[in-house]
């Protein structure tokens, strides 16, 4: 910002102060501008980011909808065969089918949510928009980590279907028992998914209707 002195000698105390005022009125009005550009910069810069947000949370409540459809499958697949395991406990003769099994992964996206952090968007946000915000994309990420730590133990159950595919006469107590824990742990994460998953979904659409 460049601030020129009216050209002239000063020649009285009357010039001086005139001089001076007229210096001062010209730095405000520079200053107001520069205040008034850099507010429309943030206020584009916020509407672009509050636009890319709404239709990424849009896109990941999609993506975790059909998910959740898939994690009910892989819920029901994980029941049948703890309950083969149990029956080949009690019954060795007991007829082993149905061995596909199904794990769905949600790719739940945060770029929007991290540019906005980067360009300092979220900054000059509304402080409960801000907190909206917030909610979604930490629950969101507790989700992302419980379903890092299931996919572990659905790899585990992989390797179980070869396992319960063999001659069930061949099959030893201890590896029963190993498949029994195996697959409680993956029910157990599994429901534990669906309930954060149900959680992550009543808070995106509850977003999308704030908005």
């Known amino acids: 910002m460049d601030i020129h002195p009216v050209h002239g000698s000063i020649r009285s105390v009357k010039d001086f102060f005139l001089h001076l005022l007229t210096i001062t009125v010209g730095i405000l009005i520079a200053l107001s501008l520069e205040a008034t550009v850099e507010w429309f910069h943030y206020r ?19 993506e975790l909808t059909k998910t959740v459809a898939g994690l009910r499958i892989t ?8 309950a083969l395991v149990h029956a080949l406990e009690s019954d060795r003769s007991t007829t082993i089918h149905d061995l596909a099994f199904n794990w769905t992964v949600a790719s739940l996206h945060t ?4 540019t906005a952090s980067a360009t300092g968007a979220i900054a000059h946000m509304d402080y409960d928009e801000v907190q909206r915000y917030t909610r979604v994309y930490v629950l969101q990420q507790q989700y992302v980590s419980l379903q890092e730590r299931a996919f572990a133990s659905a790899n585990a159950v992989v390797g179980l279907t070869t ?3 063999k001659d069930a006469k061949k099959i030893s ?11 409680g742990l993956a029910l157990a994460n599994t429901s534990a998914e ?3 998953a149900a959680a992550l979904i009543a808070e995106y659409r509850q977003f999308a209707q704030s908005n």
């Open 44 to 62: 584009h810069l916020v509407h672009e980011a509050e636009t890319n947000l709404a239709s990424e949370i849009r896109a990941n409540q999609d």
């Open 194 to 196: 669906q309930d954060i």
């Open 173 to 183: 107590e201890s590896e029963l028992e190993n498949a029994e824990r195996t697959l």
């Open 75 to 82: 819920d029901q697949q994980l029941r049948r065969f703890i």
């Open 163 to 165: 396992l319960l595919d």
């Open 111 to 114: 770029t929007s949510w991290n």
